[in-house]
Antibody
Framework: QRQLVQSGAEVKKPGASLKVSCKAS????????LHWVRQAPGQGLEWMGW????????NYAQKFQGRVTMTRDSSISTAYMELSGLTSHDTAVYLC???????????????WGQGTMVTVSP | QSVLPQPPSVSGAPGQRVTISCTGT?????????VHWYQQLPGTAPKLLMY???NRPSGVPDRFSGSKSATSASLAITGLQAEDEADYYC????????????FGGGTKLTVL
């Protein structure tokens, strides 16, 4: 079945960088955009950006531009999200999600990873 | 303040009907972009509940329905069940935010 499996929880120091992976299975990796969403403790969902696994093109939310980098390795059907300059405000669960492949800009997210808890603490 | 305001909480007794609103602007819902809804049970990833304003993915009970008007959308749940207790998020696209997907602030549904 279609599945996204993320890397495990991490603890980081302020100022460090973070890299989370998201491995796809059960579908053709390059056929669907992959998005990253985060959720701070007790808070709502926040969209961070997307990557086109076929071309490697990316689009980042304005809030994260200059600090986030999304990449992929199509040979192993895996996407990565790297966030630099971490602060305590970056403590959150980071989720990857696949869009439905309609090629509409307002497409929904139909497959989600299980989430990766990242804690930023001195 | 979320780009798509939702009520922080709603509640209802088992069997009752509740609705959750999602208020947009002419930059997102009012511009004709689709609204989607997600259900998030405690400690789990969100699950797609409704897509394209009114469409249920396979496996979602028909107790859940979606609607959209000029600049807002709603999720209705009839025949409330204890298992419906969760957080619900709307999501759309906003043309004024450099191609951003946007989420509502989320609504906590409590089944009394």
């Amino acid at each position: 079945q279609r599945q996204l499996v993320q890397s495990g929880a991490e603890v980081k120091k302020p100022g460090a960088s973070l890299k989370v992976s998201c491995k796809a299975s059960g579908y053709t990796f390059t056929d669907y955009y992959l998005h990253w969403v985060r959720q701070a403790p007790g808070q709502g969902l926040e969209w961070m950006g997307w990557i086109n696994p076929k071309s490697g093109a990316t689009n980042y939310a304005q809030k994260f531009q200059g600090r986030v980098t999304m990449t992929r390795d199509s040979s192993i059907s895996t996407a990565y999200m790297e966030l630099s300059g971490l602060t305590s405000h970056d403590t959150a669960v980071y989720l990857c999600a696949r869009d439905m492949g309609s090629e509409r800009v307002d497409d929904a997210f139909d497959v989600w990873g299980q989430g990766t808890m990242v804690t930023v603490s001195p | 303040q979320s780009v798509l305001p939702q009520p922080p909480s709603v509640s209802g007794a088992p069997g009752q009907r509740v609705t959750i609103s999602c208020t947009g602007t002419t930059s997102n819902i009012g511009a004709g972009y689709d609204v989607h809804w997600y259900q998030q049970l405690p400690g789990t990833a969100p699950k797609l509940l409704m897509y394209g304003n009114t469409n249920r993915p396979s496996g979602v009970p028909d107790r859940f329905s979606g609607s959209k008007s000029a600049t807002s959308a709603s999720l209705a749940i009839t025949g409330l069940q204890a298992e419906d207790e969760a957080d619900y998020y709307c999501q759309s696209y906003d043309i004024s935010l450099s191609g951003s997907r946007v989420f509502g602030g989320g609504t906590k549904l409590t089944v009394l």
